[in-house]
């Protein structure tokens, strides 16, 4: 299945020079979608994560269904001020300046296997910052899942000798 042409491309958002790539167009569809699940989950069947964390917002919508279909519990990375318990959190950079990510401090169990989910991986910044927070509680990044990555912005350098499954790839930023 063809994921890219699927996916929207919006040029001069969020600011000028950048290249938004909408999912809504790829998950609006209910074949792609259901692919992009089955796919994500098949990768990391054999590993057997007892956790699927997604970030804010987008990873959500790829991170539950995911969880679902691995019989995994699911965590959410929130903005802060949006966890109603005790948590921890980090400050981090990202493409268009600086950002802040929570976790429930009881979320993740030590020793927990985990895999992290998100839409898409740019330069790595969110993702690598939710790694941090995962490790911080004492999980263990089993690996990580994107339905796409800008290769050009080497985002997966932030992440480590972990398993990096990315759907789609884009060669150049436009």
């Known amino acids: 299945m063809n994921l890219k042409a699927l996916i929207r491309e919006i040029p001069d958002f969020p600011q000028p020079g950048v290249s938004f790539k909408d999912i809504s167009t790829v998950i609006g569809n209910a074949k792609a979608f259901h692919h992009i699940i089955q796919e994500i989950a098949g990768h990391y069947r054999a590993v057997q994560p007892e956790v699927v964390v997604g970030i804010e917002s987008r990873g959500y919508i790829l991170g539950a269904p995911v969880a679902y279909e691995l019989q995994a519990?699911?965590?959410?990375?929130r903005k802060p001020g949006k966890l109603p318990a005790a948590t921890e959190r980090i400050e981090y950079s990202l493409e268009y300046g600086e950002n802040s990510?929570?976790?429930?401090t009881d979320a993740i169990r030590p020793g927990q296997k985990v895999l992290i989910v998100d839409d898409i991986l740019a330069t790595g910044g969110t993702v690598s910052a939710t790694a941090e927070l995962v490790r911080r509680l004492g999980g263990e990044i089993v690996g990580y899942a994107f339905l796409a990555e800008l290769d050009s912005l080497q985002g997966r350098t932030k992440l480590g000798d972990v398993p990096i499954v990315s759907l789609v790839h884009y060669d150049d930023e436009e």
Do not use: A, D, K
């Open 73 to 77: 519990g699911f965590i959410l990375v």
């Open 101 to 104: 990510l929570e976790i429930h």
